[in-house]
């Protein structure tokens, strides 16, 4: 191929569909990738590499959203509203991508309908995910709010692999969930498990419903992604999610929002700062777990991702002075257990799936 395509792969050229490559002594011809539409089918990572490539993604996407979480919480307290900055990070992923799709060839008129809906979908339940966790962040703190959300996330998703997509959902998967469930329960000590806390707020019941709501939500989004079609460009995604968001908040943030971001921005100028860095963090999140849940099941993805749990304690330790209790380390502990058995699990299956496949291509010759 051209100077371009060899610049694009590090400068070494992609075969083209008439580049031939010998196999056993025999010509064998190999179709070009270079990627022209929204509907790639590109070569994934095969047996144990499938499943650490899963793992780093779903650990990447855990960690930056829980960053997101941190500067979501400065950002309201500068003055600026879960609406306006979901707005703002639409904006600026709209502006980042497209040039990336043009750079990469992903030609919108060649995606199919089928996956035109699903992203549509998707981009609709995802802004609905970060409107209903940022307002619980506001009602409920980056702790609770993070705890009950991230909890939710793997239950849910499960339930709707099963029922959706046909995931079997094994013994061990079970026992994981549990293990995550009890975690969560400790970390966030409901008032109908544990009983009314003195300091029990009159929002707390609407933080705790929001949250919830973000985890169906977030769940749904990641069927979605699980229901397109191999190889769907995650530009595409990213593009969809952008245009969504803005939709749903341009409106919205006009009426509803009681200062313009331009005031935000005047009487608190770090704004500019918080709203770049969520942002920039928010597009990390979304690239690394969509791809994540292009090479690993949803449900073990979910429960890596829970790393997302351990951001938002140290924020809410270092950066907003709250003390942890010992119920809330234990419950940590199990949650980052619980994220650990799932890469083993997955581990572990991925490498006796590869041993069979080359146990039958051995007995095939």
Not at 82 to 110: A, D, T
Not at 161 to 172: D, G, H, I, Q
Not at 305 to 329: C, M, R, S
Request: one cysteine or more; proline letters at 3%.
């Amino acid at each position: 191929m051209g100077d371009v395509a060899s610049r694009r792969n590090g400068g070494i050229s992609e075969p083209t569909e008439n580049d031939s490559i010998l196999i056993n002594g025999k010509e064998n011809f190999r179709p070009s990738h270079h990627q022209e539409s929204g509907n790639v089918e590109e070569e994934r990572p095969r047996g144990c590499w499938s499943a650490i490539a899963g793992a780093f993604f779903a650990l990447i996407g855990g960690l930056s959203l829980g960053s997101v979480d941190v500067f979501v919480v400065f950002g309201v307290e500068g003055g600026i509203f879960p609406l306006q900055q979901l707005l703002v990070k639409s904006i600026i992923m709209v502006i980042v991508v497209v040039p990336l799709m043009r750079y990469h060839s992903v030609n919108l008129l060649k995606v199919k309908r089928k996956d035109i809906i699903l992203n549509i979908l998707k981009g609709i339940f995802e802004a609905a995910n970060t409107l209903c966790f940022n307002y619980s962040l506001v009602y409920i703190g980056i702790g609770d709010a993070t705890t009950i959300d991230i909890g939710s996330i793997p239950i849910m998703t499960t339930l709707l692999a099963c029922l959706f997509l046909s995931e079997k959902c094994k013994v061990t998967d079970m026992i994981i969930t549990i293990i995550n469930l009890t975690g969560i329960l400790l970390v966030s000590r409901p008032e109908f498990v544990f009983g009314t806390e003195t300091s029990h707020k009159e929002n707390d019941s609407l933080g705790y419903l929001l949250a919830f709501a973000a985890a169906v939500t977030l769940s749904l989004g990641a069927l979605f992604t699980k229901m397109m079609s191999d190889g769907t460009s995650l530009l595409l995604i990213l593009l969809f999610n952008g245009i969504s968001g803005i939709v749903v908040t341009a409106p919205t943030s006009y009426f509803f929002s009681p200062m313009t971001l331009l005031a935000a921005f005047q009487n608190n100028p770090n704004n500019v700062g918080f709203l770049t860095g969520m942002a920039g963090f928010f597009i990390l999140y979304l690239y690394t777990f969509n791809k994540a849940l292009q090479l690993e099941t949803a449900a073990k993805v979910t429960l890596i991702f829970n790393i997302q749990v351990f951001t938002g304690f140290i924020a809410d330790t270092f950066l907003f002075g709250k003390i942890p209790t010992h119920f809330e380390l234990i419950g940590a502990a199990l949650v980052l257990f619980s994220s650990l058995l799932a890469f083993l699990a997955a581990f572990r299956e991925n490498r006796t799936e590869s041993k069979d496949v080359e146990t039958n291509e051995a007995l095939s010759k």
